[in-house]
């Protein structure tokens, strides 16, 4: 485009394509002032060229010039003066050539090079732009930071000289190297974890990702790599968590489980040990849950220090550890090292210093692998295996981790149950004791429901000076039927823990009074009346209704309260004696009387059961089964009974089995006996003879002579 412009500004001449810019025919430009021509905005940015020119100057210019509603173009230009044959300048000469398409595009271009350079170079993921023949062409500042090498250095090497730096040895980056420096067609598209290797050897994991543009027919590769140091670190805390205990930082009983499941898998030997902290709920009452973990703290630190190479330590309970202890057992080299344990944590110290005694339940089974036994009697037979009870070799073929631990803690529960501080090693029977005890449970509360498998034995008591009847115990039995007779020793328990005897209680009581009312008709006319006692268990004591079930019962049958006497153990009542004192003395409140059963096994002492508001005292069997061994012990029970009867208790004795037994307690001035030498416990037709005069222990002299006869 070209103009011719007078020293006034005005148009001389324009050719055609100037006129095709302006937008005008030729005819309304020459002769106009060029702010007309071309609007104030853009003459503002062009006239000092036109001034500069008419100065005598030729400039030379490119730029965007704003023809304000017309848009913006990039023009190049150049403004020379004419001059006239004197030399002066009367006119100037504008050459524009419109460059604006091309730069449009030029400034994409550089625009897009920017936002191109600003995401690569922003990018917190490390990117190498590698070509077709592994070459790199770009490195980002994220791939520098991340491997330790400059830029400068990365573009323009092969990517496989890239993982040569800092002497790596081959291989010590395999994963990213590998990865890279092979064939990368295969890589696009996936996402992979590899292990990659910084300039200084150090290595760290990454998660790489490739992608492929072609250009002219040729491969870019894109290799995106993300550091996932932080990621594996967060997910290894992760795992730490789920399998480790925040206290003490041992693996936890999950993690402990994974172990067990590999030492089976392996078929290793091993050992498995649970150390329980015997009364630790004391520690945590008395002293409050910090100190308790702190002593938790030392005690795992204390075991820490007692493994050997190979062992295994883990928190498995509140309360509990377990050792695993890999390799054959040798049980007296096992049993003398845990014994030695357990001395240790007799006088476990806490990090601050305080030192606490304590004691715990030992649990120990041996997995010996590979020999399929399960039972005693199979043990037995093995032979060489040794020990056969104390070893629960793993049974073929399969054995459960839960299983070994479980069978550990039936042993740990057995040293508890036995009263702590001590050692107990599985032996098969303990299970099948557990499975004996889950079924009995179950077939008691059937037993309960059917009311046609239970039923109660009564034991006669005599009064030892004239060897008259004095009452009854009511003692319960069970009939089952496809195990037999099952003796209380053995359900009892199991009803306590259970909870079922507070059902099998009521169910007695309820028994033994309708049995006492009708024998107080049937009893020799102008005798005393008879009493019935009945066991009370420590449960039915805890109870809160204990004494509104009492009273009901009571009610139902009509029996009279005097009639009954109720039998707890010293260790019921001293378990909560407040609460104890109040029950006892409802009960004393109602009329009935009130027996402390098997005096002399528990720890109470006469003097404290004063207390109580009781009424008897039964002098337990061991006493007296062993009254006639020596002096000592016939001592013992002497001091027993005139204790008894000074403090103004009446004295039972149970398990008189002799004459001779009668006799010395007679003598001694007990007021009652029960035993054997008597009569054992009898069905209530049995014991109806008894109620009517008929005392075996006392035959009529003529029956006495026919028998001799
Ligand atoms: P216990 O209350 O001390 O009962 C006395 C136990 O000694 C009874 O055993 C009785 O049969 C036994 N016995 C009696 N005379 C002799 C003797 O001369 N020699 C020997 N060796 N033993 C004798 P049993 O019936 O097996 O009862 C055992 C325990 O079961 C009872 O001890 C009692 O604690 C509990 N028990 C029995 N029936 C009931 C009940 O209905 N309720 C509750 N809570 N416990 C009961
Ligand atoms: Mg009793
Ligand atoms: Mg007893």
Known sequence: MVALLDRSGRYLFVNRAYAAFSGRPPERIIGRRIDEVIGATAYAQVRTYGARALAGEAVRTEGWVDYGGRGRRYLRRVYTPLLTTEGEITAYIAFLLDET???????????????????????????????????????????????????AWAVGHKIAELFGLGGAAPGIDTGLASCLSGDLAPLVGARREVSAARADGTRFPVELSVTVVRI??????????????????????????????????????????????????????????????????????????????????????????????????????DRAFALVINGPTDRGRLGARLEAISAMMRTAATRSGASV???????????????????????????????????????????LAEDVLRDAEIATSRARDAGGDRQVWFDPAMHDRLINRVRTEHDLRRALERDDQLWVAYQPIVEMVTGRLAGFEALVRWRHPERGQISPGAFVPIAEETGLIVTLGRWVLGEACRQICRWQVEREPGSAPLFMSVNLSPLELDETDCFDRVTAVIRETNADPSWLKMEITESAVMRKPEESLVVLRKLKGLGIRLSIDDFGTGHSSLSYLTKFPLDSIKVDRSFVSVMHQSEENR??????????????????????????????????????????HYARPMPAAAACDLVRGVLPWQPPATTRDDDEA
């Open 101 to 151: 398409e091309r730069h449009s595009a030029a400034q994409a271009l550089t625009t897009s090079q920017a936002l191109k350079s600003a995401v690569i170079d922003g990018a917190l993921d490390g990117i190498i732009g590698i070509d077709a023949a592994g070459t790199i062409v770009e490195f980002n500042p994220a791939c520098e930071r991340m491997i330790g090498c400059p830029r």
């Open 357 to 399: 005694f304590l004691t715990a339940s030992v649990g120990v089974v041996a997995a010996v692998a590979g020999v399929p036994v399960t039972s005693d009697a199979a043990a037995a037979e093995s032979g060489p295996v040794s020990d056969p009870p104390a070893l629960a070799s793993l049974p073929a073929p399969a054995v």
């Open 216 to 317: 002219n027919g040729r491969p870019l590769y894109t290799a995106y790599l993300r550091d996932i140091s932080e990621r594996s670190r967060f997910e290894r805390e992760l795992a730490m968590l789920a399998y480790r205990d925040a206290a003490t930082g041992l693996p936890n009983r999950l993690q402990l489980l994974r172990d067990l499941e590999t030492a089976i898998a392996d078929e290793r030997a091993f050992a498995l040990v649970i150390f329980d902290i015997d009364r630790f709920s004391n520690i945590q009452n008395s002293f409050g849950r910090e100190f308790a973990t702190e002593v938790l703290i030392g005690i795992a630190e204390g075991l820490s220090a007692a493994t050997e190479p190979g062992d295994q330590l883990a928190r498995v309970g």
């Open 635 to 676: 001592s013992m029970v002497r001091m027993i009974v005139d204790l008894a009867r000074l403090l103004g208790f009446d004295v039972i004795a149970e398990g008189i089995e002799t004459e001779a037994d009668a006799n010395l307690l007679r003598a001694l001035a007990c007021d009652y006996g029960q035993g054997y």
